[in-house]
Structure formats: C-alpha cells, structure tokens
C-alpha cells in the first residue's frame, strides 16, 4: 500500500448510528439509550478492515471521539481497549463508572449486546416498533392543535445534546412539518441532575408561559436559553455551559417578560419534577428523548430520521 493511500485511508470519516448503551451516569448526559447520529474517525489500513490498527491507536481514536462527539466536557478515558469474542470492546471511565462500548473489527458496525445496529444512517423499521401512549399532560405545544402527528419531546434545558437537536433539527421540523400543519411538538421537562441549572431553567420557562398567558411566549424563551448557551459556547455545541438564575431573569426580560418573583417561588418545581417521573415511566433516561405518534426516537438525531418516521405516520 502506498503511503498516499495510507494516509487518505487514515482520513476517512465514517458516519454511523449507536444503539442502546447500558445505563450509566454518562450515558445520561449523551445521546443516551438510542439509535443516535454521530461521527467516528477509524483508521483504514487494508480494505476497510480494522485488523492491522493497534490497540494503543484505537485507544487514542475510541478516546477522541468521546471526548470530542459522544460527551464532550466530561473528560472520559478509555482505561483500555480489548478484542473479544471478535469485536473490539473499549472500557470508558467517566465519573467513576466504567462502560464498555462495542465496535466490530470491521468498523462496519457498533455492537448492542447480540445485535448489529449498522452504521450507514438507516433508521431500523418502525413496522415491528410497539408504541407508546404518552401523556401531553398540560405542557407547552407548538403547532396546529389537529395536526395528525403529534413529537412530544423529554428534554434538558442545559444538556448540550438537547442544544444540538434543537440547533440542528429542530429548525427543519418546524419548517417542514409544524408551520405547515402537519406536527405539532409538545415539550416537557426532564432535567437530570448533573446538571445543575436544568431545573431552575424548566421553571423558568414555565413562569414565562404564565406571565404572557401563552405558549408561544413558552417557545420564545425556550429558543432564547438554547440561543444564549450557543452564544456562551462559541457560537457552536461544545460542552455543557454554566449560567446563573439572574442570567435567566435577564433573558425572560430580554424579550418583556419579568419571571423574577414567579422563579423565585418556586411554584413550578413539582410541575417539572412531574415530567421527569413520567418520562422515567416511559422509558426515558437520556435526552433528548421523543415519541413521535408513540413511536419512541432517543438523541440528537439528523432530520432523515424523523422525517422517515413522520412520512410513514403521515402516509
């Protein structure tokens, strides 16, 4: 193999999709329990096969790769890396917790326990997916209250995975399906509690929509805390980004609305809580997490993967 060849091998950047991990702290804060969109950098070295990369390589790329896409600002560390029963099985240590995660020699696939979750951006088929019934309870929505699809989204107001969805999906759903009549998005709270400013951001929102007396003000505030946690971050989804209750005062003001003395109370922290156990209920431990006519799609995924799904509920 020429070394021109090597080297452009060495570059290549493989996309694929990751299943179900096993639940652990930083599953939580990832895209965690689902089939998620994510980037992988392996190196290629004959004919797409990953037998002639060394542990110590595959170590510093599986370590990259986690600490860059998966959960980045968490400092994870591969402890090491080991072929078994023909795959290779990586230990993470993030928070004290050490997790493996499963990659096929190949690099074709990552592995989930006996199943093979491919990584070329295909959704499995929905056609053998058990839905479920989820409460809208009484949160926020957006869209036309008879559009016959109907996402209703778990999420974390600090969680950066949350952040990118809304980046980088949301926006395409809401122009293609919810302005257009065809979805209607319902959110509610599901703060984990390793971040801290989760809560207190849910109850925020929920004093904005009791100030204007409405939902779009709702989904005002909820597009200004992603907003200005992008600003904080450089202007991209890099980490998780601290802020303070008085920086959340300040951004309801921004846009006329003073939620100081109903954040102050306190009143909405069972409302929020409340979400968080029947998001639990449902199967819920990571967020984003979101049903879409019951048909449950955890993570930050590309828009393909909801529109596959929305299409086929529209269908």
């Known amino acids: 193999m020429t070394d021109n060849k090597k080297e452009k091998q060495e570059e290549e950047i493989v996309k694929f999709n990751l299943g179900k991990l096993p639940t652990h702290k930083w599953a939580l804060s990832s895209y965690a329990l689902g089939i998620l969109s994510i980037i992988l950098i392996i190196v290629l070295v004959t004919g797409g096969s990953l037998g002639g990369v060394s542990k110590s390589k595959m170590k510093a790329l599986s370590e990259n790769f986690i600490n860059t896409e998966l959960i980045p600002g968490e400092n994870a560390q591969v402890e090491s890396i080991e072929i078994k029963n023909g795959i290779y099985v990586a230990t993470v240590n993030v928070q004290g917790d050490n997790v493996p995660v499963y990659f096929t020699k190949n690099g074709q696939f990552i592995s989930q326990g006996s199943e093979l979750i491919p990584i070329d951006g295909s959704v499995p088929s929905n056609t053998e997916t058990e839905k479920v019934e989820v409460s809208e309870d009484d949160d926020a929505s957006i869209g036309l ?130 979400d968080l156990a029947d998001g639990q209920a449902y199967g819920i431990s990571g967020t984003p997490g979101l049903f879409i006519n019951g048909v449950q799609l955890d993570g930050a995924q590309p828009f393909s993967n909801f529109k596959s799904i929305i299409d086929a509920e529209l269908a």
Not at 179 to 206: M, Y
Not at 216 to 235: R, T, V, W
């Open 145 to 274: 209250p008879n559009a016959p699809v109907t996402i209703i989204e778990f999420s974390d107001y600090q969680c950066p995975f949350c952040r990118k969805f809304w980046t980088e999906t949301y926006p395409q759903l809401k122009s293609q399906y919810i302005d257009t009549g065809k979805v209607r998005l319902v959110f509610r709270d599901f703060p984990l509690n390793f971040h801290p400013q989760a809560q207190v951001s849910a109850e925020a929102a929920e004093c904005v929509r009791e100030v204007a007396g409405n939902d779009e003000a709702y989904f005002k505030f909820h597009d200004k805390l992603f907003s200005e946690q992008n600003i904080l971050d450089g202007g991209t989804v890099k980490s998780t980004v601290s802020y303070t209750e008085a920086d959340l005062k300040k951004w309801a003001k921004d846009l006329g609305y003073d939620i100081g003395s109903c954040l102050d109370s306190g009143k909405y922290a069972s409302e929020v809580q409340k």
